[in-house]
């Protein structure tokens, strides 16, 4: 046997123990056969199968009496010679997986997996993360109604002034009745002189009934006079009672001015406490749309890391077991044993 024939039968070994191993066989029979054999069996061990290299053997057991033409040596040959075989034993392959609840884990030991089956989904986890990511979009969404700012006061009207006022005409009356009273006094005087002067004369001169009727004229005069200062003092009566008025409306007027100072400052300590709110409340919307908003980003990124681990070859599941726990997190160490032989199940 040459190289090829041992490539043809399985073997891989180094070309020093290829060609001792073609010459044992060369000159020897079926049992020196077997004895090389048990020669090359430990070397093959380390780049095959046990199971492979006996198969291997018992191949060459049924073939030994066959004639074996060389081939011809080629590049696929050499590629051959340098790369082993794939066989059917499988691969292991480790997997860490991080879940929040043992029943994240979707597999169990002893599972036959086919490529891209689900072995570990948090998704209890993500459901979570859902339902807060959707409150938190309708409270942010409730937060980005901005609210109606306070209006204005309107302007009222200040109470109309008092118009002036100049008592024209109880100052005209009284004027009138004080002449009538200097009249009537005048008229008074000029009477009693006139009867001082009638009654110098004898009574043979003037006869007695003259100086009674200029005594009654007086007595008429003296009267007038009362009334017309009675008239006087009426007079003056309505200009002070005018002044009374007057004094009265400007203290009703003061009041009025009073109550309208203190209901516009009112209005506008209000506007201010209202604007003062609106601002302070449009400020805590503005931080708590932000604090939201680094919730959301912190939920977005934990969705992130929420990742679906699959198989990536079909495979066994040899081994699970729990290597620890951290910030509410369980960490497991999965075996894998991967069969490249065994289809995809579609």
């Known amino acids: ?10 073997f891989t070994l180094p070309e020093p123990e290829i060609r001792t191993v073609i010459e044992e066989l060369k000159t020897s029979e079926i049992s020196k056969w077997f004895m090389a054999a048990w020669i090359v069996v430990p070397i093959v061990v380390s780049g095959m199968g046990i199971g492979a290299t006996v198969r291997t053997m018992e191949q060459a057991i049924a073939q030994s009496d066959v004639p074996i033409v060389e081939p011809e040596v ?29 029943d994240d884990l979707k597999v169990k030991q002893g599972d036959e997996l086919v490529k891209d089956t689900v072995i570990a989904d948090r998704d209890l986890e993500r459901n979570r993360l859902a339902v807060q990511k959707n409150g938190l979009v309708n409270s942010i969404a409730r937060l980005n109604i ?36 200097k009249e009537a006094e005048e008229k008074i005087s000029l009477q009693q002189r006139k009867i001082d002067v009638v009654g110098g004369l004898e009574e043979s001169e003037l006869p ?80 708590q749309i ?48 991967i069969n490249s032989d065994r289809p995809d199940k579609k």
């Open 1 to 10: 046997m040459n190289s090829s024939e041992l490539l043809k039968l399985g």
């Open 74 to 102: 080629t590049e696929r040959s050499r590629s051959e010679i340098v790369t082993p075989r794939t066989t059917s034993e499988p691969k292991i392959l480790k997997l860490t997986v991080n879940v929040s609840t043992p």
């Open 146 to 181: 901005e609210s109606i700012p306070p209006l204005p006061p309107r302007p009222v009207a200040k109470p109309i002034r008092l118009p002036s006022i100049t008592y024209a005409e109880e100052l005209a009356q009284i004027n009138n009745q004080l002449l009538r009273v």
């Open 208 to 287: 007695k009934a003259v100086i009674f009727h200029e005594q009654q004229k007086l007595v008429q005069l003296q009267a007038e006079l009362e009334k017309v200062k009675s008239e006087l003092q009426l007079s003056e009566g309505k200009y002070q009672g005018a002044k009374d008025r007057r004094a009265y409306e400007e203290y009703r007027y003061s009041e009025t001015i009073a109550r309208f100072e203190q209901e516009q400052n009112q209005i506008k300590a209000s506007y201010e406490r209202s604007l003062a709110e609106y601002r302070k409340q449009e400020q805590e919307r503005t931080f």
């Open 290 to 337: 932000a604090t939201l908003d680094g919730k959301m980003a912190e939920v977005e990124n934990q969705l992130k890391t929420l990742t679906t681990v699959r198989s990536p070859y079909n495979a066994v599941v040899k081994r699970i077991k729990l290597a620890g726990q951290a910030d509410n997190r369980l960490t497991y160490d999965l075996v894998l044993a």
